[in-house]
């Protein structure tokens, strides 16, 4: 009986803390219940900044200077360029800082370039292929380029036995395609490798800002050689992090937008599934793409968090805000609403993105 007793008394204390925890919620002022539900996505933003800062110190930012970092093991191996080379011209035009170098290598047609260097105390000249040869520089988590066991710093050599030029041409062969598989072979580790990537109809953004769907297959290309990098100092780090998030969040709303437009399918929406792909996906890719989709994770959420819809903190900032206004709290009956309105909602959209991811992973079985 004392155990009952002792049980029954737990019971109520924890109810009670509860009403309590609840009852000073309700009753704090506009302002502290406003901070209190902004805390959870700002959390999730602050957080993103730290990722994308700490991704700033890993991998360093450039020098500004004309001086070669990283350069793609397949050219380097073909053309006589050394990483801490100094690019002196581009066909005999002054390089001052490294961006000079792209604005003068503006005719993909060219074969070669000459470049002048300087080594050590040697100057010399050389010849480079046109800069942005169809180099891997980026995948996207569950793509065609992922499914088929693309690495960053592969380099496609053939589509269907044809010669690529440059990146361009490559896309090119992709969005003409028509889904079809394409055979091509790649340079990976000096050694020559062939594959069969199927591309997909996925939303691209131009220039303007519109989208449109194209055949893709999920890569960013990159040029033959990097500039030179530097550790930034953590306020810089911090500054380029904040700039980061503040990317993602762009590019969130733009999402929303052309979905709202029809300008993007919501079948590539994913969901649960589709994360826990592109977790793992990211972290075949390295360290550095594993903590980048970390970070846009964090934000992802925080943004979504922040949407207006009733049970997301966004609802309830809504209310908030309908609070403020109209000097009064909505009723129990509207909140109650609201809350399963929201639910219903948020499963709905939990539903359909699982489908997405479930779809998706049928074609690349199939496949």
Not at 59 to 80: H, L, R
Not at 236 to 245: D, F, P, S
Not at 272 to 283: C, N, T
């Amino acid at each position: 009986m004392g155990d009952d007793n002792l049980a029954s008394i737990r019971t109520e204390v924890n109810n009670s803390l509860c009403v309590s925890d609840k009852a000073k919620f309700d009753t704090a002022p506009l302002i502290s219940r406003f901070l209190t539900v902004v805390a959870g996505p700002l959390a999730n933003f602050l957080f993103s900044v730290f990722i994308f800062s700490l991704i700033f110190l890993i991998q360093g930012i450039s020098v500004g200077e004309p001086v070669v970092g990283k350069i793609n093991d397949f050219y380097e191996a073909k053309y006589d360029l050394k990483v801490n080379d100094k690019i002196l011209k581009v066909e005999d035009k002054e390089v001052i800082l490294f961006s000079d170098i792209f604005s003068y290598i503006n005719n993909p047609d060219s074969e070669l370039t000459k470049f002048t260097i300087k080594r050590g105390s040697l100057e010399k000249e050389i010849e480079l292929p046109y800069l942005f040869q169809p180099i891997v520089e980026a995948i996207e988590p569950l793509s065609a380029a992922s499914l088929a066991g693309l690495e960053i710093g592969d380099v496609f050599l053939t589509v269907e036995g044809e010669k690529l030029l440059d990146f361009n041409d490559l896309r090119k062969k992709i969005i003409n395609s028509e889904g079809k598989v394409m055979n091509v072979t790649i340079f990976r580790d000096g050694k020559t490798l062939q594959k069969s990537i199927q591309p997909v109809l996925g939303p691209i953004e131009d220039s303007y800002g519109n989208f449109d769907t194209i055949y893709r297959i999920g890569v960013a290309g990159g040029p033959i050689f990097y500039p030179h990098t530097k550790t930034p100092s953590v306020w810089q780090a911090l500054i380029l992090g904040i700039k980061a998030t503040k990317g993602v969040i762009v590019a969130s709303f733009k999402g929303i937008k052309g979905i709202v437009s029809g300008q993007v399918d919501p079948k590539h929406l994913s969901g649960p599934i589709g994360i826990a792909h592109a977790v793992s996906d990211s972290i075949k890719s390295g360290l550095v793409a594993f903590l980048s989709l970390v970070a846009i994770i964090s934000t992802g959420i925080g943004f979504v968090n922040l949407l207006p819809i009733p049970i997301l903190d966004g609802g309830h900032l809504l209310l908030l805000i309908y609070e403020c206004f109209s000097r009064e709290k909505p009723t129990e009956g509207v909140i109650r609403f609201s809350m399963l309105f929201g639910l219903v909602l948020l499963v709905s959209l939990l539903m359909f993105t699982t489908f997405n991811d479930i779809s998706r992973l049928v074609l690349f079985l199939s496949f």
